[in-house]
């Protein structure tokens, strides 16, 4: 068998100090230089809608920083000029020095090689894609429902979303419009200009290869170590494509190609993250966050098997509605169905479960720490905590 160049408790400190798990707790009051710092290890920073606990955003920055204005997170990622919002890693905020290394996606999505439905709106109504985009530029910002001519369509197929809604959309897939959000979460458009700072955008804009290239550094950068597999996942490039730019970045001395004891594919580890000795991390994780947000990686890195339930028959699901993964030290030693009740200022731990063969006593008592915290985040009064799960008992025990 070939040389392990790195033990999987190694691969481990590794992928989690690229993560910032090993950085220093910010000590007082959390501000924009943390949410920097988080970002810099995040690179990018994915959106989902659902909020049975909060933005599924805030998790991540608060699973490296601990509680924080959520507020003042959200005027940075949107008011700032240091961020904006791009489709890279499905929807998500990326920093504004990566607006040239999404371009190109961007044109193949102009071209019709991706979002197919998109592309064919746009292409069958391109007179009134044209008018959008000019109401777009006229007023500067605007919501899809301040659209003059919205166009309902009618019938169920569409769900309610209006030709304007899908025009709209398709103008920000590829990059003629941008978007903030509200505090509701509401997109607001604008023209692109107004959202990235003219010196970024007259950046010359890099070849696919080069652009590829960058993209797969960064998420080496991100993930620490990982296979071609994990690395294209992150920006959500094409394996295909990924594994000749790997190889490229190898030879460039930008990656170092290594193997992982237990893994089968070759791994690219970036040599700037430092290998800690030890990982002290005590966090929930979002479903979105990157340290899990590739099943297979979290599987092959962790032994942890994941999958989200959201979309799952209530009486089919395993662990729950909406499940954080728990982290302890370098290990992902469980998962909590959570729940915040907003209504009466309750965190809700509707079903806890820890993996097979950590000390449940020890991991009640850190979990009962985080739950609290996390309660303490979400402005809410109390945890309590269910009967369902084979930690449930322990954590009760512990006062919860």
């Known amino acids: 068998m070939p040389r392990s160049d790195l033990s999987i408790a190694a691969a481990r400190r590794l992928a989690l100090a690229a993560q910032g798990f090993a950085d220093p707790a910010p000590t007082g009051r959390v501000d924009v230089r943390h949410f920097r710092r988080a970002l810099v290890r995040l690179g990018i920073l994915q959106l989902d809608s659902v909020q049975a606990v909060c933005r599924s955003h805030f998790l991540p920055v608060y699973s490296r920083l601990g509680p924080y204005d959520r507020v003042a997170l959200d005027d940075w990622l949107w008011r700032s000029g240091e961020m904006f919002e ?3 890693h499905e929807a998500s905020v990326v920093p504004v020095s990566m607006e040239p290394l999404l371009r190109w996606s961007r044109q193949r999505a102009a071209e019709g090689e991706t979002w197919p439905g998109l592309h064919a709106m746009a292409t069958t109504q391109a007179t009134y894609v044209e008018k959008v985009l000019e109401e777009v530029l006229r007023s500067g910002h605007l919501f899809a429902g301040e659209l003059s001519d919205p166009r309902p369509r009618q019938g169920t197929w569409w769900s309610g979303r209006s030709d304007g809604r899908r025009a709209l959309d398709w103008l920000f897939r590829i990059g ?33 290869h080069e652009a590829q290239r960058d993209l797969l550094e960064r998420a080496a950068r991100s993930h620490g170590v990982g296979t071609v597999a994990d690395l294209a996942d ?19 001395g930008r990656l170092q190609e290594v193997s992982v004891e237990g893994w089968r594919e070759p791994a690219f580890r970036h040599p700037d993250v430092v290998l800690p000795r030890k990982v002290g991390a005590r966090a929930l994780l979002s ?7 590739f099943r297979p990686r ?3 890195l962790f032994g942890f098997r994941y999958r989200i339930e959201i979309y799952v028959p209530a009486e089919k699901r395993e662990y729950g509605y909406y499940v ?13 169905d959570v729940k915040a009740d907003r209504a009466d200022g309750r965190l809700l731990a509707r079903g806890v479960f820890a993996e097979e063969g950590v000390d449940q006593e020890g991991v009640a008592a850190e979990l009962r720490v985080e739950l609290d915290r996390l309660a303490l985040f979400l402005g809410l009064d109390e945890v309590v905590v269910g009967r369902r799960g084979n930690l449930a008992a322990a954590l009760r025990a512990t006062g919860a």
């Open 86 to 88: 791009a489709w890279s």
């Open 176 to 208: 003629e419009v941008g978007i903030t959000r509200t505090g509701n979460f509401e997109k607001e458009f604008h023209p692109l200009a107004n959202l990235v700072p003219e010196e970024v955008r007259r950046r010359p804009t890099p070849g696919e």
């Open 234 to 252: 992150y920006f959500r490039l094409r394996t295909t494509e990924a594994r000749p730019r790997l190889a490229e970045l190898v030879d460039a």
């Open 287 to 293: 479903p979105f966050d990157p340290v899990v947000w």
């Open 298 to 300: 979290a599987e092959r």
């Open 324 to 336: 954080l993964p728990f982290l302890l030290g370098d290990t992902l030693v469980g998962r909590v």
